[in-house]
């Protein structure tokens, strides 16, 4: 069982930059895929980036590519997802989540959820 809480959401400025948070609660993080999705109004929630369990290996959904970066510090149980280059079109409430699967980008996969931060991109 793991918990987990996002923070670092807010307004920002097309070409601006935001680093969100997500600190996750219990003893063994280090054994968590960990993935950051997000979910816009009227739309599905989809897969932004995943790292693995020792950071080794990330993955990004093509429409980040570039712009986003996903990191992990296990010492200190959190995962990052440094934003650059936003765009509007990344407005979004974004998810931390945790797998118990290896490293994923299938929503299904995620076992535990962050309750989202709001990121706004104006233009």
């Known amino acids: 069982q793991v918990q987990l809480v996002e923070s670092g959401g807010g307004l920002v400025e097309a070409g601006g930059s935001l680093r969100l948070s997500c600190a996750a609660s219990g003893r063994i993080f280090s054994m968590y895929s960990m993935g950051w999705f997000r979910q816009a109004p009227g739309k599905e929630r989809e897969f932004v980036a995943a790292i693995s369990r020792s950071g080794g290996s990330t993955f990004y959904a093509d429409s980040v590519k570039g712009r986003f970066t996903i990191s992990r510090d296990n010492a200190k149980n959190t995962v990052y997802l440094q934003m650059n280059s936003l765009k509007p079109e990344d407005t979004a409430v974004y998810y931390c989540?945790?797998?118990?699967?290896?490293?994923?980008?299938?929503?299904?996969?995620?076992?535990?959820w962050g309750q989202g931060t709001q990121v706004t991109v104006s233009s």
């Open positions: 989540a945790a797998s118990q699967m290896v490293v994923t980008t299938d929503v299904q996969k995620y076992n535990y």
